[in-house]
């Protein structure tokens, strides 16, 4: 029986839109961002293959300076640090408040699972208007594991006393989910516009377009 609901932030919670502006103002091009963001995981991941641990923050700063490489564009520390900073001031997407406080009034407990590193993790949250809906954040940093790795869905079942099947994620990643379902969690996935489920491995049960559907059917199974 789940017990434990475990959110992924960046995408998932939070909109990662707002850093579009930087982007322009810096690349001259907005659709450079979703770029980024991919080769910092991509970094981040590599990382975690070749036991040289990058944390997110490390990775982020080392993508924009891939990214200003591969386009010619001159970058700044203080550019960098504008874009990267602003990882802690993103908004929430525009259902999840009421979705997250839905899911508060049961017997729930929730957490916030991130890439990122706990100081960030806390801001992000605290600047979304988030953190009190949560019952701990943990960051797969601490113990400097990144997702997919099962490390971090292992940490949130520990965290709450109960077993890894005890603890449903909710990503609006597939690479996120397909590691939570290997670690042996359960899993839903926020289909938001450009996702889709990989098609290897085990499916998630639930399946959403935005929170406020995927929030309906957690409910719907409690």
């Known amino acids: 029986m789940v017990t434990v609901i475990a959110f992924d932030v960046n995408e998932t919670l939070l909109d990662l839109r707002a850093l579009d502006e930087p982007f322009r103002e ?101 600047h979304a208007g988030l953190r009190d809906l949560f019952d701990a954040v943990i960051s797969a940093d601490s113990v400097r594991r990144l997702k997919p790795a099962p490390e971090p869905y292992r940490v949130v079942a520990e965290r709450f006393g109960v077993g890894i099947s005890g603890v449903r994620l909710v990503a609006a990643h597939a690479w996120d989910i397909s590691g939570a379902l290997a670690a042996g969690c359960r899993a839903a996935l926020v289909r938001r516009p450009g996702v889709v489920p990989s098609p290897l491995g085990a499916q998630p049960d639930i399946v959403g377009p935005t929170l406020t559907e995927v929030v309906d059917q957690i409910l719907a199974a409690l």
């Open 26 to 126: 810096v690349f001259g091009d907005p659709a450079l961002r979703p770029q980024w963001f991919a080769q910092m995981l991509q970094l981040s991941f590599v990382g975690g293959l070749t036991g040289e641990y990058v944390d997110f923050t490390t990775a982020q700063h080392a993508a924009l300076r891939m990214l200003a490489d591969r386009t010619g564009t001159p970058l700044s520390d203080a550019q960098a640090a504008t874009i990267v900073d602003g990882m802690t001031a993103l908004p929430p997407h525009p259902e999840v408040p009421a979705a997250l406080a839905r899911l508060r009034g049961t017997s729930l407990s929730l957490s916030a699972l991130t890439n990122s590193v706990q100081a960030v993790a806390e801001a992000q949250l605290a």
